[in-house]
């Protein structure tokens, strides 16, 4: 069945993330818009983009004539702006949890997002999507002092939702094992609980990341599965609704990708859920079926909880994220996500 919600949407920072003097060159902006209108799946096409607020493609401190024209690249080719990702890591940023110092650079970087947030509201390509987050610092730091800590990112995650609140925004956290105090499901859910402000502060699950979530990477307590575990389907599937029971009530950004159960990281990103091409065959994921753990609820029904997906790659080749069939084969798969769990 053919649905028109949620939009589909690519993401430009897989041109950016894991790139750099170390690794290879960044793709900029332009050329992930080009190669993100160009994809075509029996007639659908991308609705849209998800952006980074970072040089090389667009930077924090834009002027309003730099963000128009972004706006006017991305209406050119029929694209939407939706989700955006705060710069809230060092130099710029710093550690939820780091010093006042740093929890204020934080900060800084959350209202510098929310106001281009506003300006793309504006400007008229801008209608949904979130503003997202992490803690910005390490497990080793953070677990130096676990409880000072999550109540150091809880309070300064509570400033940002005043914040984002004051720019009719809402925040979305990633859940990542790289991130201390989100490098596990229950420190995730903690953190949320401690901040108690669901309608402005929820989840951003990427497929990739929360798949190490279930297997207990970083925080071996919080495994789903026994040591015996074997990627058995019924085993499997129970774990996974486990998981996406506890975090589908905060979900309100939603990744679709793929990971083959390992971790990653090249350039100056951290090690994180490797994302995998959506059909590779050593991926765990049947991608369309177990988005509808994240997208559906208990009865089977669509939550409508965001109104766009969108396909995160990272630390893909330039050579594969050059390649047409690329960007073909991962509509194909958001296509059949929407076929499947969508709504009208």
């Keep these: 069945m053919t649905h028109t919600y949620p939009k589909l949407h690519n993401a430009a920072w897989p041109g950016l993330v894991g790139k750099g003097e170390d690794s290879e060159p960044v793709i900029d902006l332009e050329t992930m818009v080009n190669l993100t209108a160009a994809a075509e799946v029996d007639g659908q096409k991308f609705d849209g983009l998800d ?17 128009k024209k972004v706006a006017d690249l991305l209406k050119s080719k029929n694209l939407a702006v939706g989700s955006m990702v705060a710069p809230i890591w060092p130099p710029s940023g710093g550690p939820a949890f780091g010093s006042e110092t740093e929890r204020k650079q934080f900060l800084d970087m959350v209202k ?18 979130i503003i997202r987050i992490d ?12 409880v000072g800590n999550q109540k150091k990112s809880a309070e300064t995650f ?6 984002a ?29 401690m901040v108690g402000r669901p309608k402005t502060l929820g989840f951003q699950a990427d ?27 019924e085993e499997f599937d129970a774990a996974y609704k486990k998981l996406t029971d506890m975090l589908r009530p905060w979900t309100i ?18 090690k994180t859920g490797r994302h995998c091409q959506v059909a590779d065959p050593n991926g765990k994921l049947d991608v369309p079926y177990h988005a509808g753990f994240w997208l559906n609820d208990e009865k089977g029904k669509p939550t409508k909880a965001m109104k766009h997906i969108c396909w995160d790659g990272c630390m893909f080749p330039n050579k594969v994220m050059m390649e047409p069939k690329t960007w073909n084969d991962i509509l194909g798969a958001m296509v059949e996500v929407r076929n499947r769990h969508g709504w009208d």
């Design 207 to 233: 497929m990739a990341h929360t798949l190490l979530y279930m297997l207990g990477y970083n925080a071996e307590d919080d495994s789903l599965v026994g040591p015996e575990f074997d990627w058995n389907k």
């Design 165 to 193: 609140e004051s720019y009719g925004e809402r925040l979305a956290a990633e859940g990542e094992i790289c991130w201390g105090g989100m490098h596990g499901w229950k420190p995730m859910i903690e953190l949320f609980e």
């Design 253 to 270: 950004d939603f990744h679709i990708a793929q990971n083959d159960a390992t971790v990653f990281g090249s350039g100056s990103h951290d």
């Design 135 to 146: 803690t910005a610092g390490g497990t080793e730091d953070w677990s130096k002092n676990p």
């Design 158 to 163: 509570t400033e940002a939702c005043n914040i």
């Design 51 to 67: 952006v980074f607020l970072s040089l090389p493609h667009i930077d924090i401190n834009s002027s309003d004539d730099e963000l």
């Design 112 to 129: 510098k997002s929310c106001i281009i947030g506003k300006k793309f509201n504006n400007l008229g390509i801008r209608s949904y999507g």
